[in-house]
Structures are given as structure tokens and as C-alpha cells.
């Protein structure tokens, strides 16, 4: 265990439900991170969130909303999402000091999602 | 463009033999390189973490080298197991930001008994 627990691990869902992904760390760091793999492709970069700042990835849809009410817990909502959206979506959290780099990550298990 | 390339893209290897595998980058400016191991479904854990001073870093019967030089990093994986069967990604951080991380394609590893 990394320290990084994400529910649900499996998601089924049609194109016109809202679900919701959540994430919790329980390590006291004070960035988290939602990332999106895809079947054979690298890991992509959603959203950060710093000393509770966001920072996104331009490229993601609107239909993906990230949310952090505290450092502890991320939630990434997803309304209206598409087929090609079926992926595993890894949550992950680090330490990062004040005006330093943002170093080693600690991956949850993931939640494999499957919309139909 | 930051760039990280893992070589080979695949690897078959018997149990008990050695391996090593390598990750080219063109990140800058260069904060750390990471080597994480994946397992199937599962969420990347990490296996080192080096810094620019750092050319050598072992866990276990892995070790990583990095040649901040050439910007070249292997991981090298000792006597084998069939655990070690699993995507193994090289990541590279640029400076401060945290969206700066570039993700390898990874190499997957398949160790036969």
C-alpha cells in the first residue's frame, strides 16, 4: 500500500451519467494529482493541485471537473463523458517544499473507467 | 519540446538472467529522473528517484544510473524474478513546475520461468 486510496477501483458508466472518482491520501503531503492512462500510452497529466492551487492540463474537456476541498482529499467529477474516455485514472500525491521541485509521487491503484 | 524515450519497448527475458533498460531525455532545465515500476491495472510505484549530483542509485536488485551528460539513465534489474514482470516508466522533472513532469512510453517487461 503507497498510502494513496482511490474509490472505486472499477466504473461502468453510460455517456449521460455524473459520477464521481475520489482520492485520499493519507501520507500528510501537499500536492495532489489526477492522471489519465489510456491502454498503451503514457501517463497524462489532468490536473495538479498545489497547497490547494489548481493547475490543469489545457487540454483536458470541461466534462472532467477536478475538486479539492483539502489536502488530504481529491475528487475528480465526470458528467457527459464519451467512449474514448475509457481508461484507468490514477490519483497520486507528493511533498512538495515551498518554491521546490515536485518530486516523488505515490500512485494510488487507480480506478479502471468504462464508458459505454 | 521535453522529451523522455525508453528503449526497448518490450523485453522477454528468463527468470534468474539480468536486464537493463534505458531512458533517453531532453528535459530542461533538469530537476530529478524517476524510475517507477507498474504492474498490470495497477498504479506506478516508485523505485528511485536522482537528482542532478546523483549517478548511481540502488533498491534492491534494481539500479539506476544517470549520465546527466549524455542525459541518458538505465535501470538495471538483477537476478530476475517473475515479479519483475511489469511496465517499467522513466519520468523526468523540469525545474519547479509541477505540470513539467514528462512521462516515458515505458518498457514492458516479461520475465519467463
Known amino acids: 500500500e503507497t498510502g494513496v486510496t482511490q474509490t472505486p477501483r472499477h466504473l461502468v458508466m453510460g455517456m449521460t451519467n455524473k459520477k464521481s472518482l475520489k482520492c485520499e491520501q493519507h501520507?500528510?503531503?501537499?500536492?495532489m494529482y489526477w492522471y489519465k492512462q489510456s491502454a498503451k500510452k503514457p501517463l497524462e497529466l489532468m490536473f495538479v493541485?498545489?497547497?490547494?492551487?489548481?493547475?490543469e492540463n489545457n487540454s483536458v474537456p470541461s466534462r472532467f471537473s477536478p475538486e479539492c476541498p483539502n489536502s488530504s482529499h481529491l475528487f475528480l467529477h465526470l458528467h457527459t463523458l464519451q467512449p474514448e474516455d475509457s481508461a484507468l485514472y490514477l490519483c497520486?500525491?507528493?511533498?512538495?517544499?515551498?518554491?521546490?521541485?515536485?518530486?516523488?509521487?505515490?500512485f494510488g491503484p487507480g480506478t479502471r473507467l468504462t464508458v459505454l | 519540446k521535453n522529451q523522455v524515450e525508453q528503449s526497448p519497448q518490450s523485453l522477454i527475458i528468463l527468470e534468474g538472467k539480468n536486464c537493463t533498460l534505458q531512458?533517453?531525455?531532453?528535459?530542461?532545465?533538469?530537476?530529478?529522473l524517476r524510475w517507477y515500476k507498474q504492474d498490470t491495472g495497477r498504479g506506478p510505484v516508485s523505485l528511485t528517484i536522482?537528482?542532478?549530483?546523483?549517478n548511481t542509485k540502488s533498491n534492491g536488485r534494481y539500479t539506476a544510473t544517470l549520465d546527466a551528460d549524455t542525459k541518458q539513465s538505465s535501470l538495471h534489474i538483477t537476478a530476475s524474478q517473475l515479479s519483475d514482470s511489469a511496465s517499467y516508466i522513466c519520468?523526468?522533472?523540469?525545474?519547479?513546475?509541477?505540470?513539467?513532469?514528462?512521462f516515458g512510453d515505458g518498457t514492458t517487461l516479461t520475465v519467463k520461468p
Open positions: 497520486a500525491s507528493s511533498q512538495v517544499p515551498a518554491g521546490g521541485p515536485h518530486n516523488e509521487q505515490f
Open positions: 501520507l500528510g503531503h501537499n500536492a
Open positions: 493541485y498545489s497547497l490547494e492551487e489548481r493547475v
Open positions: 531512458c533517453n531525455y531532453t528535459v530542461s532545465p533538469f530537476s530529478n
Open positions: 536522482m537528482t542532478f549530483s546523483e
Open positions: 519520468v523526468v522533472s523540469a525545474g519547479s513546475n509541477a505540470g513539467k513532469s514528462t
